[in-house]
């Protein structure tokens, strides 16, 4: 963890948008996106997700903002030019404490030359003298006593950050930490398997605690790539490059509502109600509209965005909308649903997937499933 990147969640947070903090602190979008995956990935917490042209905060974001808003405060008062890693404060909070460079290094396994350097580098990026050097030691300047305090207090205050968030998000190894795409019901083929899996690892693994969380397709690859999950199910029709993974099921999709005739017809029948885009359904449902209409018919498709599948059942059950849905999810509706079937080319994959290299969790998770 650096300054910048607590300085940047903070003035995130404060103008709900990336764009908006990129202008504030006169540094590149990619430069604060990142600084934002960067801090979710070290407390394991999503903090923001899109929303249009900004961003809304979670409830995890409301909750640490305070700690966020302190603790970046704190970053801003240690006066420094440039990024200065928390690492390095600690380090040289260390060799205070020790009275010696040598002694500090020996107590935190690290070369001498190493952390010298690294001191040495604190010192121009604060642009003073930090440490007297002498033959019995390292005594600390006027400005090393004054860096030492507000360092102390900005490293307590990230400690606490770190501890407040939950423990079920926290990275663990005595903690399997799975991902999945939402199940659209109880009823679902994936709430079904997931709750299978869960009973089955719970038996089996009473020792390490299987956490399941279910978010978009779009969350589910970033908190694979941060870290925050060993293993994802993932609704999409292929992998990116850097997840190995196989497919655990498919399921069929079909138009439904007051629908009838082919599937053009069927979704030219009423406002087409859809997730949105960060889920691999809505992928699909786009190359659906793209592979079965004209542009003259898709500019008639009147797109309605839920971002809630129990809502879009009700807009469809009770509004006169139409939408896109596993067949399995739907089947067993009270008074059915009219469906148009679509064909097997649009099949939906799910694919169990995990970070390359990292099949250990995902292979326990694997022979469970598959031994269901």
Same mark, same amino acid.
């Given at each position: %963890?650096?300054?910048? /990147?607590?300085?940047?969640?903070?003035?995130?947070?404060?103008?709900?948008? $990336?764009? =908006? &903090?990129?202008?504030?602190?006169?540094?590149?979008?990619?430069?604060?996106? *990142?600084?934002?995956?960067?801090?979710? =990935?070290?407390?394991?917490?999503?903090?923001?997700?899109?929303?249009?042209?900004?961003?809304?905060?979670?409830?995890?974001?409301?909750?640490?903002?305070?700690?966020?808003?302190?603790?970046?405060?704190?970053?801003?008062?240690?006066?420094?030019?440039?990024?200065?890693?928390?690492?390095?404060?600690?380090?040289? /909070?260390?060799?205070?404490?020790?009275?010696?460079?040598?002694? &500090?290094?020996?107590?935190?396994? @690290?070369?001498?030359?190493?952390?010298?350097?690294?001191?040495?580098?604190?010192?121009? &990026?604060?642009?003073?003298?930090?440490?007297?050097?002498?033959?019995?030691?390292?005594?600390?300047?006027?400005?090393?006593?004054?860096?030492?305090?507000?360092? /102390?207090?900005?490293?307590?205050?990230?400690?606490?950050?770190?501890?407040?968030?939950?423990?079920?998000?926290?990275?663990?190894?005595?903690?399997?930490?799975? =991902?999945?795409?939402?199940?659209?019901?109880?009823?679902?083929?994936?709430?079904?398997? #997931?709750?299978?899996?869960?009973?089955?690892?719970?038996?089996?693994?009473?020792?390490?605690?299987?956490?399941?969380?279910?978010?978009?397709?779009?969350?589910?690859?970033?908190? @694979?790539?941060?870290?925050?999950?060993? *293993?994802?199910?993932?609704?999409?029709? !292929? @992998?990116?490059?850097?997840?190995?993974?196989?497919?655990?099921?498919?399921?069929?999709?079909?138009?439904?509502?007051?629908?009838?005739?082919?599937?053009?017809?069927?979704? #030219?029948?009423?406002?087409? &109600?859809?997730?949105?885009?960060?889920?691999?359904?809505?992928?699909?449902?786009?190359?659906?509209?793209? !592979?079965? %209409?004209?542009?003259?018919?898709?500019?008639?498709?009147?797109? $309605?965005?839920?971002?809630?599948?129990?809502?879009?059942? +009700?807009?469809? #059950?009770?509004?006169?909308?139409?939408?896109?849905?596993?067949?399995?999810?739907?089947?067993?509706?009270?008074?059915?649903?009219?469906?148009? *079937?679509?064909?097997?080319?649009?099949? %939906? +994959?799910?694919?169990?997937?995990?970070?390359?290299?990292?099949?250990?969790?995902?292979?326990?998770?694997?022979? %469970?499933?598959?031994?269901?």
């Amino acid at each position: %963890m650096d300054t910048a /990147t607590l300085i940047a969640m903070d003035v995130v947070l404060r103008e709900r948008s $990336v764009r =908006g &903090a990129a202008r504030a602190l006169g540094r590149p979008v990619s430069s604060i996106a *990142a600084s934002i995956a960067r801090l979710e =990935g070290e407390i394991s917490v999503t903090l923001v997700e899109r929303a249009g042209a900004g961003l809304v905060t979670t409830l995890e974001a409301v909750r640490l903002g305070p700690e966020i808003t302190a603790t970046a405060a704190l970053a801003r008062q240690l006066g420094a030019s440039g990024t200065i890693k928390l690492e390095t404060l600690e380090r040289f /909070t260390q060799v205070a404490a020790q009275g010696s460079i040598r002694r &500090a290094a020996r107590v935190m396994g @690290l070369g001498q030359p190493q952390l010298t350097r690294q001191l040495a580098q604190l010192e121009l &990026a604060f642009g003073a003298v930090l440490l007297e050097r002498s033959r019995d030691g390292s005594s600390l300047t006027a400005d090393g006593m004054a860096l030492a305090e507000r360092a /102390t207090t900005l490293l307590d205050a990230w400690r606490r950050l770190s501890l407040a968030s939950d423990d079920r998000f926290r990275k663990t190894a005595a903690t399997a930490r799975l =991902g999945s795409v939402i199940p659209l019901g109880y009823e679902s083929e994936i709430a079904r398997l #997931l709750a299978s899996l869960v009973a089955r690892w719970h038996r089996e693994r009473p020792r390490i605690p299987l956490f399941v969380s279910s978010t978009t397709a779009e969350d589910l690859l970033r908190g @694979l790539k941060n870290g925050q999950f060993d *293993a994802a199910l993932l609704d999409t029709e !292929e @992998l990116p490059p850097d997840l190995d993974g196989r497919i655990i099921t498919r399921t069929s999709l079909a138009i439904v509502g007051a629908v009838a005739g082919d599937a053009t017809t069927a979704l #030219l029948s009423a406002p087409l &109600a859809v997730p949105s885009s960060r889920s691999g359904l809505r992928q699909r449902i786009n190359r659906i509209i793209e !592979e079965t %209409m004209t542009p003259t018919e898709r500019a008639k498709v009147q797109l $309605v965005e839920i971002d809630s599948i129990p809502v879009i059942l +009700n807009m469809v #059950l009770h509004h006169g909308f139409v939408s896109v849905l596993p067949q399995a999810s739907v089947a067993r509706i009270a008074g059915g649903l009219l469906q148009v *079937a679509l064909p097997e080319r649009y099949d %939906m +994959n799910f694919w169990l997937c995990w970070p390359k290299g990292g099949k250990g969790i995902a292979q326990a998770i694997a022979s %469970m499933i598959e031994g269901a």
